[in-house]
Structures are given as structure tokens and as C-alpha cells.
Antibody, heavy 115, light 106 residues
Framework: EVQLVESGGGLVQPGGSLRLSCAVS????????MTWVRQAPGKGLEWVAN????????YYLDSVKGRFTISRDNAKNSLYLQMSGLRAEDAAIYYC????????WGQGTLVTVSS | SYELTQPSSVSVSPGQTARITCSGD??????ARWFQQKPGQAPVLVIF???ERPSGIPERFSGSSSGTTVTLTISGAQVEDEADYYC?????????FGGGTELTVL
């Protein structure tokens, strides 16, 4: 069974940093692109970033470029999103998903940005 | 970046056919997929490659494509189909979602 479990969300002050993790199981992680998607409260889905199987290619939403970094550890079957310079508009549920065109999703982790 | 445009809401009575459209220039060149999201839950894939249905998705869900528009059709919509629906497309490894359509079945 494919499973993706996000963690690391929480309350952070504007300008602060947070590292999200996504632990996967049930498939060969190193064979797949991976994606982060977010959803602000009461809003729609927003693609954030994705990363190639070996980490050699990474793509970002314009508004997070230079502030967010996607990475992965294939030995640990884990995906990460390092977020810095957080703004109020970054507050959202962050989902990890398998593939560039997502098929399986985790349940998400909530990031709150507030002073 | 590119844009995908969906109606904000669609309403049908149970048993009727619901159609949700998604428009964008990129759709003429790339496949789209559709996600269903119910309150408090993660999105679920219901259509991929414009018209393919994943295993476990009811046959009443279908998809089609014409030019720069893709359409999700729910034939004989049921109360449990009430949800938000999002189209999605990726080009050059950059993804984008439509704004979402709230489907009401009552």
C-alpha cells in the first residue's frame, strides 16, 4: 500500500524557518519524481515544487524561489521542504505527492505563520 | 507559468449529469488530470491523461478533451460526489492547478 506521511508543520513567526518531511512507503521512492502542493485555509490547491528521482532537477513556484528548497534522501525514503523567510501567505496545509502529475498524496501538515 | 480556469461552482440534482470544465492554452499540448477533494481530506485522483480512470473510481466519472478545454463529467451524480474538483496540468515539470469547482448535489 502506497503511503506518504508528512510531518514538521507548526506555528512559526514571520521571517522564520521550518523544515517539512514526508516519509514514504509502499513503492520504490527512488524511481519517482516527488511534488509538494499547498492549500491555504479555505483556498484552492497550489503547486509548490518538485524534484527529480536523483535530485538533479528541481522546480519551484515563482513566489517561493530563493526561500524554499526541496530535497530528498532516497536511502531514507524521505522528501523534504526547507522553508525560510516565511510569510503570512505561506500559511497552508502542505501535502507531499508522488510524481510530477500527482497520483498518491499524503494527508498534509499544517503550517501557520503568525506573530 | 500558465493558467487553468474552472467555474467556481456547479450544482445538479441527484441523478443528473454534472459537467465541470477546465480551460487553458497548455491543455492543447499536455494531458490533464482531475482531483476530488472532500472537506478535511486530501485530494483523490479521479481522472488522468484527460480521460483515464484509476482503479476504484466509479464508472460514472469520465473525462474528455477538446482543444484547450478538458471536461470532467459525472453521469448520474450522487450525493457523495459533492466535493471540490480541481484540474491539474504539468508542462516542462512545472505544475498548475485550476482554481477549483465546488460541486453541489441536492
Amino acid at each position: 500500500e502506497v503511503q506518504l506521511v508528512e510531518s514538521g508543520g507548526g506555528l512559526v513567526q514571520p521571517g522564520g524557518s521550518l523544515r517539512l518531511s514526508c516519509a514514504v512507503s509502499g513503492f520504490t521512492f527512488s524511481n519517482y519524481w516527488m511534488t509538494w502542493v499547498r492549500q491555504a485555509p479555505g483556498k484552492g490547491l497550489e503547486w509548490v515544487a518538485n524534484i527529480k528521482q536523483d535530485g538533479s532537477e528541481k522546480y519551484y513556484l515563482d513566489s517561493v524561489k530563493g526561500r524554499f528548497t526541496i530535497s530528498r534522501d532516497n536511502a531514507k525514503n524521505s522528501l523534504y521542504l526547507q522553508m525560510s523567510g516565511l510569510r503570512a501567505e505561506d500559511a497552508a496545509i502542505y501535502y507531499c505527492a508522488r510524481q510530477v502529475a500527482p497520483d498518491f498524496w499524503g494527508q498534509g501538515t499544517l503550517v501557520t505563520v503568525s506573530s | 507559468s500558465y493558467e487553468l480556469t474552472q467555474p467556481s461552482s456547479v450544482s445538479v440534482s441527484p441523478g443528473q449529469t454534472a459537467r465541470i470544465t477546465c480551460s487553458g492554452d497548455v491543455l492543447a499540448k499536455k494531458y490533464a488530470r482531475w482531483f476530488q477533494q472532500k472537506p478535511g481530506q486530501a485530494p483523490v485522483l479521479v481522472i488522468f491523461k484527460d480521460s483515464e480512470r484509476p482503479s476504484g473510481i466509479p464508472e460514472r466519472f469520465s473525462g474528455s478533451s477538446s482543444g484547450t478545454t478538458v471536461t470532467l463529467t459525472i453521469s448520474g451524480a450522487q450525493v457523495e460526489d459533492e466535493a471540490d474538483y480541481y484540474c491539474y496540468c504539468a508542462a516542462d515539470n512545472i505544475g498548475a492547478f485550476g482554481g477549483g469547482t465546488e460541486l453541489t448535489v441536492l
